[in-house]
């Protein structure tokens, strides 16, 4: 049988299932992608619609004192929820275990090269399927209030200069020319020129779209409770009881992925990290909220121009898997942004989310095959890059289904390395 003819089903319809699934399909294979809900409506909707190539992992020195910190100031932008939950407690023992300089360098290494593919295919993408989810191709500026943390952005910044981006510090006086919404507050920045938006729901829906003009079938509604290997193939079972048969399995349900991992007897040290949205539109007659993609630094909150509103979005709250919107939290965000931005007052509250970011302890994805079962690949894992990663995780996972070998080096990625 030719690798295209073998039957791959994907579990999640996400950005990470949907990339792959197009470069699946756009080569031919057979391939059909299974949601428990609907297609994009999790992580992958309300997500900033920032494409950082350049963007490190979360894992960086002084992360763990920050989160210690946050027991006390449930505000902060990073929030562990103090509770007795043994998964979360060894999820941050590994974390902690791999917020080093050492270990950063090694996770830019790995991400680099996916970074610089994934920008040039996300280009690809959008001119050769005409996707119309308002790609903007003008980088972001990162902004700072305080001296102290302009000067670590600075090093930041000249850190990933040494991966090949080129980040540019930028003063005061130069970002208010170019983005007169900064308040006189702000003392300097970073401008990433690298980086792109896009509104993040349409570009799963629209690539969704291409995916079924290369025959790609989707199947909304339809959770998978088991998966088992039977000889050649492997057999899913969905919650009302129907069996599917495939020759591949990719596993791309983002941060709800662990009972299926538990099924396997795998213990996957996948945490949720919630984040929240506000799409915000200026009151009437009032100043435009925003031009360009701007990241409050000290804050760490997205604000994105979209369609019609500017997306405020951020904090990164450890507290299981939940949905619940903490409004303390969400407000943050807006009251962050208010200290930044001289539009903000009166903005008009266009709609709130919350979304579950599916992140490892290393700060790192997992892509590939997990060799104790074959025909099983993992797509999961990206955490605060996962719009970003998703072409090209897309393409490496196609490249491993039915090459057995992906272009890129992706041993850092590995699913079984926890
Ligand atoms: C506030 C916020 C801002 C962000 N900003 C950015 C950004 O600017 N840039 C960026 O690159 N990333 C960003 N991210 C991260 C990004 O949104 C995620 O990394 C990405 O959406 C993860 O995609 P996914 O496909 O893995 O997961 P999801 O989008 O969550 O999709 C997983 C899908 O799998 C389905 N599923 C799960 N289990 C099963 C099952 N058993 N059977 C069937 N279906 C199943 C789920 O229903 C879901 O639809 C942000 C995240 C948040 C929360």
């Known amino acids: 049988m030719q690798s295209t003819d073998r039957h791959t089903i ?9 990339c792959c699934a197009y470069y699946l399909a756009k080569r031919g294979a057979r391939v059909t992608v299974l949601e428990r809900a609907q297609i994009g409506k999790a992580a992958s909707f309300g997500n900033a619609g920032s494409i950082t190539p350049d963007h490190p992992p979360i894992n960086k020195p002084g992360r763990v004192s920050q989160a210690l910190r946050s027991f006390l100031h449930p505000l902060n932008p990073l929030y562990v929820a103090p509770k007795l939950d043994p998964a979360l407690a060894r999820w941050l023992w590994l974390f902690s275990r791999s917020c080093t300089t ?3 360098e090694h996770a830019m290494a790995a991400l680099a090269p996916l970074g610089k593919t994934t920008r040039a295919l996300f280009d690809e993408l959008i001119e050769r399927e005409k996707l119309k989810c308002y790609f903007r191709n003008d980088g972001y500026f990162e902004v700072y209030l305080t001296k102290q943390a302009w000067e670590s952005a600075r090093e930041e910044a000249a850190m990933v200069s040494r991966f090949g981006f080129h980040p540019e510090v930028i003063s005061a006086g130069a970002l208010r020319e170019r983005e007169p919404a900064l308040n006189k507050g702000i003392v300097g920045g970073v401008f990433h020129p690298e980086a792109a938006s896009i509104n993040p729901y349409q570009f799963v829906l629209e690539l969704a779209g291409r995916c079924e003009n290369y025959g790609a079938k ?3 509604g339809s959770e998978v409770v088991t998966l088992r290997p039977s000889g050649e193939v492997w057999n ?17 349900g983002g941060a709800y992925s662990v009972p299926l991992f538990r099924k396997l007897g795998i213990d996957f040290p996948l945490q949720p990290a919630k984040g929240y949205h506000r799409d915000c539109t200026p009151p009437p007659g009032g100043p435009e909220l925003l031009r360009h993609a701007c990241v409050l630094g000290e804050n760490m909150v997205f604000c994105t121009p979209m369609d019609g509103f500017v997306r405020f979005a951020g904090t990164l709250e450890f507290s299981g898997v939940n949905h619940e919107i903490r409004r303390g939290r969400l407000e943050q965000i807006t009251k962050a ?3 930044y931005l001289n539009t903000t007052s009166g903005a008009v509250i266009q709609s709130e989310w919350c979304g579950l970011r599916p992140c490892l302890p290393d700060g790192l994805p997992a892509i590939g ?5 074959p025909g099983l690949f993992v797509a999961t894992g990206h955490a605060m890059m996962g719009l ?12 491993c289904v039915l090459d ?3 272009s890129l080096d992706i041993s850092a990625f590995h699913p079984g390395r926890f």
């Open 404 to 406: 057995h070998k992906p």
């Open 10 to 18: 994907i579990i999640g319809g996400g950005v990470i299932g949907v």
């Open 236 to 252: 899913l079972e969905t919650r009302d009881g129907e069996v599917l048969e495939s020759h591949a399995v990719v596993l791309a």
């Open 337 to 339: 942004s208010a200290r």
């Open 102 to 104: 050492r270990h950063l």
């Open 369 to 373: 095959p997990l060799a104790r079962f």
């Open 388 to 399: 970003t990663l998703g072409p090209v995780t897309g393409k490496l996972v196609a490249e």
């Open 218 to 220: 989707f199947r909304t």
